[in-house]
Every structure is written in C-alpha cells, then in structure tokens.
C-alpha cells in the first residue's frame, strides 16, 4: 500500500453514549451463572441413559415375571383336544380304538365342567359311556348311519342336527315328564357314529344311577403353567395325580406313557402344560393333588383339585 | 462485576480499549450508526453474559470481532424486511470522499471482501489469524484479499494498494 489508508474507519469513535451505556451493562443484565450441568453433560447423559435402560429392563423384566395368562372357559376345551390329539399321536392303539378314544375326548368335554351334584348324576348321562341298556330301550339307533365313515367330526354348538327327529335338549338336562319314552339326552349334533349302540341312550328318565363300580368320571383333565425355564430341552413332562390317601391313581411306573403331559402352548413366558387322566381311574370324589414333574424327577408344578 | 477478568482485563478496561475495534466493524458492515449501536451493545453483553475464558489479549480481540461480525450479520438477517433505505438515511454513516483515505471505498465492497481487506489492513491481522476469526481457510483468506484489492481498485479507480 503506498498512500492510501483507511484512517477514517480505523480511527471512528464510539460515541460516550455508547460507552456508559456498555458500562451499565452489569448493572442491567443478569450474568448467565454456568450450570453444573453444561460442563458434565456428557457424562449426565451417559449416567442417564445407563439409569433409564437399567430401569427399563427391570421394569420389563418384572412385568415380564408376574403376567398372569387369564384362562378362558372356552380354554380347557381347545387344552383338551390339542392334548388328545398329542395323545393319539403316541399311542399304539389301533385305529378303531382311537377313534373311540377321540369320540369320547371331545363328547365328554362338555361335561367336566358340571358340578356333580347338579341335576342328579349328569355323568350317568354321558353319551360316551357305553350302552348299558340293550335292545330293551324304546329308542332305537338311527337307521341312516353311516358305518363306512371311521372317524366323528368335532361337535360343534352351533351346528344343526338334521337327523333327529325331536328337538335339541340340553344334554345335562333331566326330562320332566317320566312317562316320555324318548331318550333323555339327544346325542351331539354333528356326531356320525359309525357303532350305531353309540346313539342308544344309556340312561332312561326313570333309570336308576349307574352302580359305584362303574366309572362315574370321564377323562379329567390337570393344567398348570410354568416358567419356560424349568422345562427341559427335550420337553418331556409327566403328572401324576395322588388321592386324598396319597395313593397314585393310574400305572405305578410314573414315567409310562399314561402319565405323559403334554406343553401346548407358550405364553408370555410361560409353558401351558396339560395332562389327561384316562378314563375311569377317579370313581369317587374327592381331592386330588397332582404333579407335574420332568424326566429326572424334579417337580415342576403341584396343586390340588377337587372333583 | 469486579471478579470479572478478561486475559487479564477488566470489563471496563476491555471497553475502553476495544470499543473503538468493535464499533468499527459494526459500522462498517451496517453502515449505519442506529443499527451499529444495537450490534456493539450486544457485543459486549454476550461478553459479560458469557464470560468466555481467553489465553490473552489477542484471543479477546479476535473474539470480539468474531461475535460483532455474527452480531451485525444477525441484525441484518432478521431487519432485511424492515430495512428502508429512507428510514436509514437520517444515522447512515458517510465516510468522505479521500483519495487517501479509502475508508468509503471500503464500505462499498461486498462483506466477504470488506472483512478481510478490514482485518487485514486495518487490524494488522496475518492471513492465519483471519482465517481463524472468520473460520476460512487460508488460501480462501488469500483469494479473498486478492480480489477485494481489485474490487477496491475499481471502486476508487486508482492502483497503489
């Protein structure tokens, strides 16, 4: 730069004005205080994070822990036909014999869930049962059988009966009138026995209650759920189920195949298991305990049940 | 207030001894003595506020031209709609035509060239230090420089700069 300057910009003065209203500044502002916070937010932040999953994780975990899985009526009735399913799979019936067992899974069903003690002897009436009244009975087995299908379709409340001839009844309900000769219960809806004795009504208004040395219980059914972690890898489960003398119902060696439970299903962490008790081993009632345990031993699930 | 100690300075003594450095930079880029008052007021509030820590003097001066620049250049951003060339007339600030003193020749270059050519010959910065104030690179100070000595060239129409 030879003879140029800028002396008229480098020598501006600020006006006193300016100066004193610059001084006052202190005076009228309030100094921003530095807050702890700004000079650690980093390791606040980091602190917090860490405090906020640690806090989640144990508020799922615990939430996690304590779900209880509400069971629905409905329930023990899709429990007991995944459980008889299982159960036919294992078995070494022959194949009549399981169709029998599975007739006589899903009729029966609906009858577990009936006190004892209402409306006289309800299991008397099953029609599970076998006929124990012969050729002497009124009613005769439908003539429009179909003895070639093997296997009954699953009875369904909704479904329409388009065979029988009177209307549907409740199948626990106990005609009033005692001179009516027709069969007590209608047997279910859908159901296509291919034994035509299967439509024979075993149980006549008048008839007196079976004897105590028949079965009065069908199959019973026992659920309980468990953590997943206590089953073992390879998912067996057994049950046995004690009388009120402690004396084991069923077959002595606890790890047959009659005691075998079955996991159905997974919930929320928790392995429903179900176990059904076959057919005629509880004749009286009472209360049962029973257990669920593993291969080795190791109860997993105790309760009682009174039936 | 009395604590308070900027490299060394009091707040008093910083504004006696940098007011002059910051109401240049604010004139010079808002060319008016109303808005530049605003900019310097604030200028030395964000520095009471704030109450930043410098290594020395020079840090402070570089700072309080870095913040009166990003002042003037936020005052213009939010009163670009409200600006009026009519309204301003009144406290514009006129620098006289010199043919020695270039200061109006100054004023009428864009900002980016006005700012280096102001650091550098006015403050007696090094391309490096007005680099660091006006977060550029180098070479983009050097480029710069260069070009605004041409623009200020034929502005005033003359060589010697």
Redesign the interface.
């Known amino acids: 730069?030879?003879?140029?300057?800028?002396?008229?910009?480098?020598?501006?003065?600020?006006?006193e004005a300016?100066?004193e209203?610059?001084?006052n500044?202190?005076?009228t502002?309030e100094?921003?205080k530095p807050l702890l916070f700004f000079k650690h937010s980093r390791a606040i932040a980091a602190v917090a994070c860490l405090v906020l999953v640690s806090v989640v994780s144990i508020t799922i975990y615990l939430k996690h822990d304590r779900l209880v899985v509400p069971i629905d009526p409905n329930y023990t009735e899709t429990l007991a036909s995944v459980c008889n399913d299982a159960t036919d799979a294992t078995s070494d019936k022959n194949e009549t014999s399981s169709n029998q067992e599975n007739t006589v899974v899903l009729e029966t069903q609906p009858y577990e869930l009936i006190e004892p003690t209402e409306g006289g002897s309800p299991n008397s009436q099953k029609p599970t049962q076998k006929p124990i009244v012969g050729p002497t009975l009124p009613n005769d087995p439908p003539e429009n059988t179909e003895p070639s299908q093997p296997q009954f379709e699953v009875p369904t409340e909704a479904a329409s009966h388009p065979k029988p001839p009177t209307p549907t009844v409740a199948p626990t309900v106990v005609p009033q009138d005692p001179t009516n000769t027709q069969p007590p219960i209608d047997p279910p809806p859908c159901i296509e026995p291919s034994d035509p004795s299967w439509e024979v009504p075993t149980v006549s208004p008048t008839e007196a209650p079976p004897s105590p040395s028949e079965p009065e219980f069908g199959s019973i059914s026992f659920s309980a759920q468990i953590r997943t972690s206590l089953v073992s890898g390879d998912n067996l489960v057994y049950c046995s189920v004690y009388d009120s003398n402690n004396h084991l119902i069923g077959d002595s060696n606890l790890y047959s195949a009659q005691h075998k439970a079955y996991i159905i299903g997974y919930s929320d962490g928790k392995a429903i298991l179900s176990y059904r008790l076959p057919d005629g081993l509880i004749t009286e009632h009472g209360t049962y305990s029973y257990y669920f345990y593993n291969r080795y031993g190791e109860t997993l699930y105790y309760n009682t049940k009174t039936i | 207030m009395a604590d308070m100690s900027f490299a060394g300075l009091s707040y008093e003594q910083v504004i006696a001894k940098y007011n002059q450095t910051v109401v240049a930079v604010c004139v010079m880029r808002l060319k008016n003595w109303a808005d530049a008052e605003d900019c310097f007021q604030n200028t030395f509030i964000s520095l009471y506020k704030n109450s930043p820590t410098f290594s020395d003097e020079a840090h402070l001066k570089a700072w309080l031209i870095r913040v009166a620049i990003n002042e003037c250049n936020s005052y213009i951003r939010k009163n670009k709609k409200f600006l009026s060339f009519d309204d301003r007339k009144d406290t514009s600030v006129d620098f006289p035509y010199d043919t020695s003193d270039m200061s109006w020749a100054l004023v009428e270059l864009e900002p980016k060239y006005r700012d280096v050519l102001y650091l550098y010959y006015c403050e007696k910065y090094k391309i490096d230090e007005i680099a660091e104030i006006l977060s550029h690179n180098p070479n983009t100070v050097k480029t710069l420089l260069k070009r605004g000595r041409e623009k200020l060239k034929s502005i005033y129409g003359g060589d010697g700069i």
């Open positions: 730069m030879n003879n140029i300057n800028f002396d008229s910009l480098t020598n501006i003065k600020a006006p300016w100066i209203n610059a001084l500044i202190p005076s502002v100094k921003k």
